[in-house]
């Protein structure tokens, strides 16, 4: 079993920051891509941020220049900084992870629980 837990979400005013946090935990024999994807109301989710176990990294043109992805390795933990929120940043979070529980499975896609971010006056 996996489990993630992930905080930093909250309400924010335009022009704020917040910043996310996802610990991955449980039967992890190695992590490979972590990232962070969102849903807005009546919208699909949507790829925000990903970071590769090499440290590419790629962001969605729309958060260009304000998001920044990091990793912990140590931790197992992705952090997502949000400077100069905008109304249109506001949606539902979700972490991601591709993991490896055992060496002789094959890596698979995990999910956060999400956590709600706001933007607004």
């Known amino acids: 079993q996996v489990h993630f837990v992930e905080s930093g979400g909250g309400l924010v005013q335009p022009g704020g920051s917040l910043r996310l946090s996802c610990a991955a935990s449980g039967s992890i024999f190695s992590i490979y891509a972590m990232g962070w994807y969102r849903q807005a109301p009546g919208k699909q989710r949507e790829l925000v941020a990903g970071?590769?176990?090499?440290?590419?990294?790629n962001y969605a043109d729309s958060v260009k220049g304000r998001f920044t992805i990091s990793r912990d390795n140590a931790k197992n933990t992705v952090y997502l900084q949000m400077n100069s929120l905008k109304p249109e940043d506001t949606a539902v979070y979700y972490c991601n992870a591709v993991i490896r529980v055992r060496a002789t499975t094959n890596p698979t896609n995990y999910w956060g629980q999400g956590t709600q971010v706001t933007v607004s006056s």
């Open positions: 970071l590769t176990s090499g440290g590419n990294t």
